[in-house]
């Protein structure tokens, strides 16, 4: 992949300066880790392990294709290690991938002071952010150079590491113990976060290369993590499974909630000695920690129910997965048919206010004047009387008869012929 820089999230285009626009050309995620497309978790992991190794950063200063070669080994291997992601790149490609975003894991030895407050601030706020391993730890594993503290079965050990490094350890299985299964867990009551590691012996020489990782996760009071190595196929959390999804949408958190639920590559161990390690991942401080390794022999009955609750989760996420169809088309349903009800009441509600407003109109008394001059008409109700100005000496016609006749009637009390009365009485 020479001359070639990455682009944006993972996506590589061509170094060659030119004046036309070129489309991101994103390789292959097998052709990338080397492998190919029925290969097992376990052999897609160890690729991505060599190639992460090969190009970090960390060792490869002086040459920045490295930097953007490891940046798509750890895009590659974020498709190929989600069987969800990995399924839809099978079906679909690239294309299914991106309307969901992917988290890339990030190097905290590599980021800067800036660049890590922030990281810390983001995952004090709930957002999930994936770490890798620094290269150092990675480096002087495969190279033997680490210190390896015995851890025997039944015992515990406490301490604390620094950040961004490792502490080593080594557990001892006879046979006996390598039949019943063993588990190592660690906790932290100081809540820190760590990750506890598994490494096998490298063939190629007497150093460890990394096989299993279980980031620490809160559990009640404290943080932990553990490994299970039972005989029969045990599976790990993975919280930060399609956690940009459940963002953008808060009902996919239920649904999406199970899907975390991932196979661990490993579920047994043989006899003879195993190395741990705890790796301090807080941000800036310490991580405080305490590990012990368990014969699962005197824990027959809680095997048995690990075994059978997650095989009751693995029914439940496929049940959960034609839930969410079901549940998608009957909230359409339901949100079409509430936004059809709300209308239908702003209807009703309408139709029914205007109907109180007509029949309002017949009993609201008003008085409304009509024309002007002289002549004026009077509205008061059902009723009305015409007003007439007469200038100085107004008078007015009421509509009731028996006033107009006893008007009359003074009138002609009041122009009595007194010029008569009085001849008679001369005469």
């Known amino acids: 992949m020479a001359g070639a820089k990455l682009d944006g999230g993972g996506t590589t285009s061509s170094s060659t300066t030119t004046t036309n626009p070129k489309i991101p050309i994103r390789r292959d995620p097998y052709e990338v880790l080397n492998v190919s497309r029925d290969s097992s978790d376990q052999e897609i992991k160890s690729a991505y392990r060599k190639l992460a190794l090969k190009y970090h950063p960390d060792k490869n200063a002086s040459n920045p294709e490295a930097s953007e070669l490891f940046k798509e080994v750890a895009y590659s291997y974020s498709i190929l290690s989600d069987p969800e992601k990995r399924r839809q790149y099978d079906n679909s490609g690239f294309e299914a991938l991106d309307a969901e975003g992917l988290d890339m894991e990030i190097d905290l030895s590599n980021l800067g002071t800036v660049n890590t407050m922030f990281a810390a601030l983001f995952s004090k706020l709930g957002v999930p952010i994936k770490t890798t391993i620094s290269a150092n730890v990675l480096e002087e594993a495969l190279n033997g150079t680490v210190t390896v503290r015995p851890l025997p079965i039944g015992s515990s050990v406490s301490g604390k590491v620094e950040k961004q490094c490792a502490h080593f350890f080594g557990v001892s299985i006879n046979e006996e113990q390598a039949r019943s299964g063993i588990v190592v867990r660690v906790?932290?009551?100081?809540?820190?976060k760590f990750k506890?590691?598994?490494?096998?012996?490298?063939?190629?020489?007497g150093g460890y290369s990394l096989a299993l990782q279980e980031d620490s996760d809160k559990t009640g009071k404290v943080t932990s993590a553990g490994m299970y190595f039972l005989h029969f196929q045990v599976y790990r959390m993975d919280s930060t499974v399609n956690a940009l999804a459940m963002a953008k949408d808060p009902e996919a958190a239920f649904f999406k909630r199970l899907e975390g639920l991932q196979p661990c590559e490993v579920s047994e161990l043989k006899s003879g000695v195993h190395i741990f390690?705890?790796?301090?991942?807080?941000f800036f401080?310490?991580?405080s920690y305490t590990i012990e390794a368990v014969c699962a022999a005197t824990y027959e009955d809680t095997t048995h129910k690990l075994k059978d609750i997650e095989q009751q989760i693995l029914r439940k996420r496929t049940e959960l997965r034609l839930f969410e169809t079901e549940y998608r088309q009957a909230l359409a349903r339901f949100q079409e048919v509430t936004s059809r009800y709300t209308q239908e009441k702003q209807n009703v509600d309408e139709l029914l206010k205007q109907r109180d407003s007509i029949q309002s109109s017949f009993t609201v008394a008003r008085s409304?004047?009509?024309?002007?001059?002289?002549n004026s008409q009077v509205s008061n109700g059902g009723g009305s009387y015409t007003k007439v100005s007469g200038g100085e000496g107004e008078s007015s016609n009421s509509?009731?008869?028996?006033?107009?006749?006893?008007?009359?009637?003074?009138k002609k009390w009041f122009n009595l012929n007194l010029k008569g009365s009085s001849d008679k009485k001369a005469t």
């Open 187 to 192: 906790t932290s009551a100081a809540q820190s």
């Open 277 to 282: 390690a705890v790796y301090g991942d807080n």
């Open 196 to 205: 506890l590691l598994y490494f096998e012996q490298d063939n190629g020489g």
């Open 368 to 374: 409304v004047v009509v024309g002007s001059g002289s």
């Open 399 to 410: 509509p009731n008869e028996e006033g107009t006749s006893d008007s009359k009637s003074k």
């Open 285 to 287: 401080k310490t991580a």
